[in-house]
């Protein structure tokens, strides 16, 4: 996703119509609601969320946590594009020549009421590619001594994808996730290949002969879609295909992690410090051993400065 980032500093305009697409499950209704909103600048899309259902509309339902684009919660389609409410300011997506901010819930999940998706289906299938740390040794794994070692390199092959919040925008933008209700999803595919990466991860097979079945990686379409819309900027898109060209190394035996991470073996025992010698001597009234027992202390006033 393209971020504009002087959207904050941008004033918008003094009064946006906030048209939200409304849904009553209890009668099966669907409907736009307009609204209008006094901005102010630096006011986001949530902001305008929380002030219509503060003083105008009490009933309108939404999701929403953290407000600072970490929890995912509050994803909802914005002038026809996923987006996460927190983090789009109304200086983004509305101007003086066209004022009005159309609120939808994310496309592909089922509505429950308003603004507000079942994320069910998604969470089942983000499950089922095992999106944990695999080892043979369960134990080693389940009651840890010590972490497994990992280099700067090995990190970086999948740090991008671990930034994933699971927020649902990128399914919510894909064109087969849509139409194909077998399609695992880049959501999903993307956290498969996070863990496939992961040199410390020990039963990558497995989870690659899960992926190679009907309704799975090789129903993406490559639109980019999903990666036109990631708020973390994750690049689904790219991690599924990285993952299509390890699948296909490994069908035909190309493919094998080269290294499997092993536990950090423990630090070596100081050793006990050495005794001086005889002919050393030490300074009137100073206790070797209740100096070593003494914690240091840091005389913080003269680390401030004025």
């Given at each position: 996703?393209?971020?504009?980032?002087?959207?904050?500093?941008?004033?918008?305009?003094?009064?946006?119509?906030?048209?939200?697409?409304?849904?009553?499950?209890?009668?099966?209704?669907?409907?736009?609601?307009?609204?209008?909103?006094?901005?102010?600048?630096?006011?986001?899309?949530?902001?305008?969320?929380?002030?219509?259902?503060?003083?105008?509309?009490?009933?309108?339902?939404?999701?929403?946590?953290?407000?600072?684009?970490?929890?995912?919660?509050?994803?909802?389609?914005?002038?026809?594009?996923?987006?996460?409410?927190?983090?789009?300011?109304?200086?983004?997506?509305?101007?003086?020549?066209?004022?009005?901010?159309?609120?939808?819930?994310?496309?592909?999940?089922?509505?429950?009421?308003?603004?507000?998706?079942?994320?069910t289906e998604f969470f089942g299938k983000h499950r089922a590619v095992k999106?944990?740390?695999?080892?043979?040794?369960?134990?080693?794994?389940?009651?840890?001594?010590?972490?497994?070692?990992?280099?700067?390199?090995?990190?970086?092959?999948?740090?991008?994808?671990?930034?994933?919040?699971?927020?649902?925008?990128?399914?919510?933008?894909?064109?087969?996730?849509?139409?194909?209700?077998?399609?695992?999803?880049?959501?999903?595919?993307?956290?498969?290949?996070?863990?496939?990466?992961?040199?410390?991860?020990?039963?990558?097979?497995?989870?690659?002969?899960?992926?190679?079945?009907?309704?799975?990686?090789?129903?993406?379409?490559?639109?980019?879609?999903?990666?036109?819309?990631?708020?973390?900027?994750?690049?689904?898109?790219?991690?599924?295909?990285?993952?299509?060209?390890?699948?296909?190394?490994?069908?035909?035996?190309?493919?094998?992690?080269?290294?499997?991470?092993?536990v950090v073996p423990p630090m070596e025992k100081r050793e006990p410090p050495?005794?001086?010698?005889?002919?050393?001597?030490?300074?009137?009234?100073?206790?070797?051993?209740?100096?070593?027992?003494?914690?240091?202390?840091?005389?913080?006033?003269?680390?401030?400065?004025?």
């Amino acid at each position: 996703m393209v971020f504009d980032l002087k959207a904050a500093t941008r004033t918008p305009p003094k009064v946006v119509k906030v048209r939200v697409r409304r849904y009553n499950p209890e009668t099966g209704s669907s409907w736009w609601q307009e609204y209008e909103v006094e901005t102010y600048r630096g006011m986001t899309v949530l902001d305008a969320l929380l002030r219509v259902k503060a003083e105008r509309d009490h009933s309108l339902v939404f999701r929403y946590s953290c407000r600072m684009g970490v929890c995912g919660s509050c994803g909802l389609v914005v002038n026809r594009r996923p987006r996460l409410a927190c983090q789009t300011q109304i200086a983004e997506v509305a101007s003086e020549g066209r004022p009005v901010v159309e609120l939808e819930p994310l496309y592909n999940f089922r509505v429950l009421r308003d603004l507000v998706t079942d994320f069910t289906e998604f969470f089942g299938k983000h499950r089922a590619v095992k999106p944990y740390i695999m080892r043979r040794d369960v134990r080693e794994r389940e009651e840890p001594t010590l972490e497994y070692s990992q280099t700067l390199d090995e990190l970086a092959e999948y740090y991008e994808y671990s930034l994933c919040i699971s927020c649902g925008l990128c399914d919510a933008a894909c064109p087969v996730y849509a139409s194909d209700p077998n399609f695992l999803g880049p959501q999903a595919l993307t956290q498969a290949y996070r863990y496939v990466a992961d040199t410390r991860d020990e039963l990558w097979e497995e989870r690659l002969r899960f992926l190679d079945v009907e309704g799975s990686i090789f129903k993406c379409h490559f639109a980019a879609s999903c990666s036109a819309v990631c708020p973390k900027m994750v690049d689904p898109a790219g991690a599924i295909q990285r993952l299509r060209s390890t699948l296909l190394k490994y069908k035909i035996r190309l493919y094998r992690k080269t290294r499997i991470a092993k536990v950090v073996p423990p630090m070596e025992k100081r050793e006990p410090p050495k005794p001086l010698p005889p002919e050393a001597t030490l300074v009137e009234g100073v206790d070797l051993k209740l100096i070593e027992e003494e914690k240091p202390v840091i005389p913080v006033e003269k680390l401030l400065t004025t």
